[in-house]
């Protein structure tokens, strides 16, 4: 298990677990999200170890997609 999966499995299901000018949502709802987004990156080739640059405005979308790089094993580095 990786520091993202953990994050993610520690929190409580129905609680928030980001708010931001684009909206909220609970642990469980990000939890999947970013299971999601670890597959995407799979699917793209992403390896364990590899680093990926993770460039968007601050959002959901963001931390979705940078703990998605980490859950599928590589290092996300935000820019």
């Given at each position: 298990m990786?520091?993202?999966?953990?994050?993610?499995?520690?929190?409580?299901?129905?609680?928030?677990?980001?708010?931001s000018?684009?909206?909220?949502i609970?642990?469980?709802?990000l939890?999947d999200r970013v299971a999601r987004?670890?597959?995407?990156?799979?699917?793209?080739g992403?390896?364990?170890?590899?680093r990926?640059?993770v460039l968007?405005?601050?959002?959901?979308?963001?931390?979705?997609?940078?703990?998605?790089?980490?859950w599928?094993g590589?290092v996300?580095?935000g820019?």
């Amino acid at each position: 298990m990786n520091a993202a999966a953990y994050l993610l499995e520690v929190g409580e299901r129905d609680k928030v677990a980001i708010e931001s000018d684009d909206g909220s949502i609970t642990y469980a709802q990000l939890r999947d999200r970013v299971a999601r987004a670890a597959g995407v990156w799979r699917s793209l080739g992403l390896g364990v170890g590899d680093r990926v640059l993770v460039l968007a405005l601050d959002s959901i979308g963001w931390v979705v997609a940078y703990l998605g790089a980490i859950w599928a094993g590589g290092v996300a580095v935000g820019l």
